[in-house]
C-alpha cells in the first residue's frame, strides 16, 4: 500500500475521501491518485514532498491549513457539508461528518479491535544427564 500515512491523509483531505483507509476500496483510489499525480521522471521527490507535507502542515491533530500551499484546492478545506448519497466506500456519510472538526473529519480509521487475552499453559522439565543440564518444554494440545 501506500506506506507513509502522511501521505494517506494529504490525499485523503485534498480529495475529501471518507472511507476507511485500511479499505480496498480507498486504496485502490489512493493509487489512482498518485497514479495522476506523480511526476514519471521524479517519483521520489513527489513521495518526499507529500511526506513533508502531511508532517509538518497537514498533521493529523493541529493542522495547519493558513500555511499549506495546496489550500486552494483542498476539498477538505472548502467543505462545509456532506451530501447525504448512497455509500459508495469512498465519501464520508452525513451521519459522520462533524461540522466542527472541519478538516480532521479526514482520514478516516477502521475501528480499533480489542486486544485478546489468553491463557496458554506449558510444562517445562529438566534435569541434568551426564552433567549436562538438559530441558523439555510441552505445550499441552488445543482441546
Known sequence: ???????????AR??????????SVVTDMMWRLVGEVVDRERPGDF???MME????????RTPRCDECPVRGICGALDQEKVEDIEDCGLCLKKE?????????????????????????????LSSVVD?????????????
Open 53 to 60: 507535507l502531511g508532517a509538518v502542515v497537514c498533521t493529523p
Open 14 to 23: 485534498l480529495r475529501c475521501i471518507g472511507g476507511e483507509v485500511g479499505s
Open 1 to 11: 500500500g501506500l506506506v507513509d500515512g502522511n501521505v494517506i491523509r494529504v490525499l
Open 131 to 143: 552433567g549436562v543440564q538438559q530441558f523439555v518444554m510441552v505445550q499441552r494440545p488445543k482441546t
Open 96 to 124: 459522520e461528518f462533524q461540522e466542527e472538526l472541519g478538516v480532521l473529519n479526514y482520514p478516516r480509521k477502521g475501528k480499533k479491535t480489542a486486544s485478546r487475552s489468553e491463557v496458554t499453559l506449558v510444562a517445562v
Open 47 to 49: 513521495n518526499q514532498a
